[in-house]
């Protein structure tokens, strides 16, 4: 079966069938699919675009293979977040289905393209406002979270700071379960490393003692 075909194989009955297979069979198709893209990147791009999101969705399949096995395709990861968290702030998906972008594997993008990583940070940073639906800001917490790693001592990457900031406003202006959520986010990673001096993580972690 053909990786397009068997991508809609697995789209039309909710992943079913992906998950019965064995880790070495889904490995396998995994490499295949990267090696599909490879040559076929507009196609594999097409049918993500085409492809709305749900929980049980073969996008996770993509997004697994070419994060996990690829490294020459971050730019369609990163454009797929975009796809992905646009389509939630617009109410055309449910918030939950922003869990399905943790299937991106983080530390691999950060590890192998820190720029785009950076992108990836900034974007959905930036789409934490006080005035979303509190649903969607609790699920952009939680990709956020996964998507936030210990950064190298030896990194400058300024952008982190306003990374905090943006969920600073949450964790003191927030709804009461956003509010919460965005703490949780703060205490659950070492931000110390990533800021110019640790006066702000002071300051933001004192709130919440």
Same mark, same amino acid.
């Given at each position: 079966?053909?990786?397009?075909?068997s991508?809609?194989?697995?789209?039309?009955?909710?992943?079913?069938?992906?998950y019965?297979?064995s880790?070495?069979?889904?490995?396998k198709?995994? @490499?295949?699919? %990267?090696?599909?893209?490879?040559? *076929?990147?507009?196609?594999? &791009?097409?049918y993500c $675009?085409n !492809?709305i999101?749900?929980?049980?969705?073969?996008?996770s399949i993509?997004?697994?293979a070419?994060?996990?096995?690829s490294?020459?395709?971050?730019?369609?990861?990163?454009?797929?977040? @975009?796809?992905? %968290?646009?389509?939630?702030k617009? *109410?055309?998906?449910?918030? &939950?289905?922003?869990? $399905?972008l !943790?299937?991106?594997?983080?530390?691999?993008?950060?590890?192998?393209?820190e720029?785009?990583?950076?992108?990836i940070?900034?974007?959905l940073?930036t789409?934490?406002e006080?005035n979303?639906?509190?649903?969607f800001?609790?699920e952009l917490?939680?990709?956020?979270?996964w998507?936030?790693?210990?950064l190298?001592?030896?990194?400058d990457?300024?952008?982190s700071?306003n990374w905090?900031?943006?969920?600073e406003?949450?964790?003191?202006n927030?709804d009461?379960?956003?509010?919460?959520?965005?703490?949780k986010?703060?205490n659950s990673?070492?931000?110390e490393?990533?800021?110019?001096?640790?006066?702000?993580?002071?300051r933001?972690?004192?709130l919440?003692?």
């Amino acid at each position: 079966m053909e990786v397009i075909e068997s991508l809609k194989f697995h789209e039309k009955n909710e992943m079913d069938s992906w998950y019965d297979l064995s880790e070495k069979e889904s490995r396998k198709f995994l @490499k295949e699919l %990267v090696k599909y893209t490879n040559k *076929n990147p507009t196609e594999i &791009e097409q049918y993500c $675009i085409n !492809t709305i999101p749900s929980e049980y969705s073969s996008l996770s399949i993509i997004y697994e293979a070419l994060s996990e096995y690829s490294n020459r395709w971050n730019s369609i990861l990163l454009n797929e977040i @975009k796809r992905v %968290v646009t389509l939630a702030k617009n *109410n055309s998906i449910k918030p &939950e289905v922003l869990d $399905i972008l !943790t299937d991106i594997e983080t530390e691999d993008i950060y590890s192998k393209d820190e720029e785009i990583y950076i992108e990836i940070l900034n974007f959905l940073t930036t789409n934490l406002e006080l005035n979303n639906n509190p649903k969607f800001n609790i699920e952009l917490l939680e990709v956020i979270d996964w998507f936030l790693i210990d950064l190298d001592e030896d990194d400058d990457i300024n952008e982190s700071e306003n990374w905090f900031k943006a969920i600073e406003v949450l964790a003191i202006n927030g709804d009461s379960i956003v509010k919460s959520k965005a703490q949780k986010v703060v205490n659950s990673n070492e931000f110390e490393k990533s800021l110019p001096t640790t006066s702000f993580m002071d300051r933001l972690k004192s709130l919440f003692k």
